[in-house]
């Protein structure tokens, strides 16, 4: 009870010391914005050949494990965040979702890429408003205490608070039991940095899904409901007594998601804000209808190739990199090895010897940062 406490009061103080920042007109939850022109040539960056709702949008930006460098001072690693565009901050929550996507669509009952794409546009919007008053990824709040000592200590897009990360303060709530996602320490490196900050995010919301079903019996939409309404203030439950906080946070958020979606604004520069009027028709009547009826669930999540059609022997194949033996290099070779570090799944002696790509003779998080690293075309060849 005392760690609930802890944390129930420290976000109070935050959302009311948010409220305040936008009646001053700084930066805040409740703020208002400018919309940005766009140029023909920046409404896509992804080839739009690709099919999206089957392979994601191919990280057209390149962005790697991370956004900035591990050796970075504070200072340097916000200035390139800082720096990105409405568009570059899209595409850098899309990669992460790409990146994970087999994991997300069973926990959120989505089967629908881009209307995910939409939510998280939605909770970034509805938390930093997705760097459109020239923020870029570089949004920060609840850090006057010192760096980790309030657990509403937030940044980045999705404001992804201290809490998710391992080794955060003991006395805080836990958020360890995502093994299917790599769990970052806390770090000044690891915490400012916006891919990282998208991951820790997008892991923070699986966990209170799994809170939602587990701890309070949610289901439906209102599964992920509850996990926003967490997001924010640490509870999944649902008891219908505090309406005017859903309908200002995890209504708001699924308000602002369709807009994105059916406005067509997924990929461009173009971005809305809390409160925005050109999305009031969105947010009547039942705004989580156009959702749709998934399930979201528990279930064991399985990267296991599918199985040949004809009694063929799958090859072995001997391509460094291919830890699922299937003759190529892909985002499913890196859940395979993410899975095998978390301890969930074991490697055949082939697919071991493929995914040292180090070639320092051990499979470790090495292996993934530089698996990561090739599928982002950082690299072009392993060492």
Not at 53 to 63: A, H, L, S, W
Not at 114 to 135: K, P, Q
């Amino acid at each position: 009870m005392k760690k609930k406490i802890l944390k129930k009061s420290v976000c109070a103080s935050l959302c009311f010391g948010l409220v305040i920042s936008s009646l001053s007109g700084t930066t805040g939850l409740f703020r208002t914005a400018s919309p940005v022109s766009v140029s023909a040539n920046e409404e896509m960056a992804h080839d739009p050949s690709r099919d999206v709702q089957k392979d994601g949008v191919g990280n057209p930006f390149n962005y790697g494990e991370r956004n900035t460098p591990e050796n970075g001072t504070d200072e340097e690693i916000r200035a390139i965040n800082h720096k990105m565009t409405v568009q570059e901050v899209k595409y850098c929550l899309y990669k992460e979702i790409d990146e994970h996507w087999d994991l997300i669509r069973v926990r959120f009952g989505q089967n629908n890429r881009e209307m995910v794409y939409a939510l998280f546009l939605g909770l970034g919007t509805r938390e930093s408003t997705l760097g459109g008053n020239g923020d870029g990824a570089d949004i920060e709040t609840a850090h006057s205490e010192g760096f980790g000592v309030s657990s509403a200590h937030a940044y980045g897009t999705m404001q992804t608070a201290v809490t998710a990360f391992l080794d955060c303060n003991p006395t805080f709530m836990k958020e360890d039991d995502v093994p299917e996602m790599f769990q970052y320490s806390l770090t000044h490196a690891n915490f400012y940095d916006a891919v990282i900050s998208n991951h820790m995010g997008i892991r923070k919301c699986i966990h209170f899904i799994r809170s939602a079903i587990v701890d309070y019996n949610l289901e439906g939409y209102q599964i992920v409901r509850g996990a926003l309404k967490a997001f924010n203030t640490g509870w999944a439950n649902y008891t219908g007594e505090d309406d005017g906080y859903y309908k200002n946070y995890p209504d708001e958020i699924i308000s602002l998601a369709r807009w994105y979606y059916e406005e067509g604004h997924l990929y461009d520069n173009v971005f809305t804000w809390t409160n925005d009027e050109k999305v009031s028709k969105y947010r009547q009547g039942n705004v989580w209808e156009w959702w749709g009826d998934g399930v979201p669930s528990l279930a064991e999540i399985s990267t296991e190739p599918q199985p040949p059609v004809s009694e063929t022997p799958e090859p072995d194949s001997t391509l460094k990199g291919d830890v699922n033996l299937d003759e190529k290099i892909d985002v499913t070779d890196l859940s395979v090895l993410s899975l095998t570090l978390a301890d969930k799944k074991e490697l055949s002696p082939q697919a071991k010897i493929n995914a040292d790509v180090t070639g320092d003779s051990n499979v470790n998080l090495a292996d993934l940062a530089t698996l990561r690293q090739f599928l982002s075309k950082i690299i072009t060849a392993f060492p």
